[in-house]
């Protein structure tokens, strides 16, 4: 019962270094997105892919880029850290073309940029 | 200005005692969700709401969406140390592509023993 795994699930960085948060998601899921959790904030949305070859930007974007790399697969890569991006980070997938779909959340990964 | 807005932020209660969290936005929507979030977890989704006025209950969780569709309650009914979480509710806007799910800040709810 893996549903979403993302990794790592915790990382330091220092500032103007890159990294990339993986997440695959093992339930044939189209859409997946990636959020970040901030106190107070809620979730917000950074990127999403509604179907496997497009991805589209969210509430919070810049930044951060992002890659389907195949139907399980999203990607999202910080290309040059900043202490602002310091969050928690969410993978997430549901089914397409259901807008009352449940959302399935991985464990979250935790970055801190100094 | 979040879509979203919940209250109260926080809430720390006694076991045994009924509590009670608002979700309110501005806007109208097609439906709306409630998840709970443990520490250390990702959110998990506990109730979808779509018809305007609707009443659903999940054991001591009585969760209702207005008639307008524009916001929503939580209620816990002799709240339990497992209750303890973060609430957050999420709104589907109508017509938005990528079936995004907008968040509300959340409530923090602590049911101490």
């Known amino acids: 019962n893996a549903g979403v795994t993302q990794t790592p699930k915790f990382q330091v960085l220092k500032t103007g270094q890159s990294m990339t948060l993986q997440c695959a998601q093992d339930m044939n899921h189209n859409s997946m997105y990636w959020y970040r959790q901030d106190p107070g904030m809620g979730l917000r949305l950074i990127y999403y892919?509604?179907?496997?070859?497009?991805?589209d930007k969210g509430e919070v974007p810049n930044g951060y880029n992002v890659s389907r790399l195949n139907k399980r697969e999203f990607s999202l890569r910080l290309e040059s850290a900043a202490p602002s991006q310091t969050s928690v980070y969410f993978c997430?997938?549901?089914?397409?073309?259901?807008?009352?779909?449940?959302?399935?959340f991985g464990e979250g990964s935790r970055l801190t940029v100094l | 200005t979040q879509l979203l807005e919940q209250s109260p932020q926080f809430l720390s209660i006694q076991e045994g005692e009924n509590l009670t969290v608002y979700c309110n936005s501005s806007s109208v929507f097609s439906s709306l969700q409630w998840y709970r979030q443990e520490p250390g977890e990702g959110p998990v989704l506990l109730v979808t709401v779509v018809t305007g006025g609707e009443v659903k209950k999940l054991k001591r969780l009585t969760f209702q969406f207005g008639d307008a569709r524009k916001d929503s309650s939580l209620h816990i009914t002799a709240a339990q140390p497992g209750d303890t979480g973060l609430y957050l509710c999420?709104?589907?806007?109508?017509?938005?592509?990528?079936?995004?799910?907008?968040f509300g800040g959340g409530t923090r709810v602590l049911v101490k023993p």
């Open positions: 892919s509604a179907s496997e070859g497009t991805t």
């Open positions: 999420a709104a589907h806007v109508p017509r938005a592509a990528g079936n995004k799910l907008t």
């Open positions: 997430a997938s549901r089914m397409a073309g259901r807008g009352t779909g449940e959302l399935f």
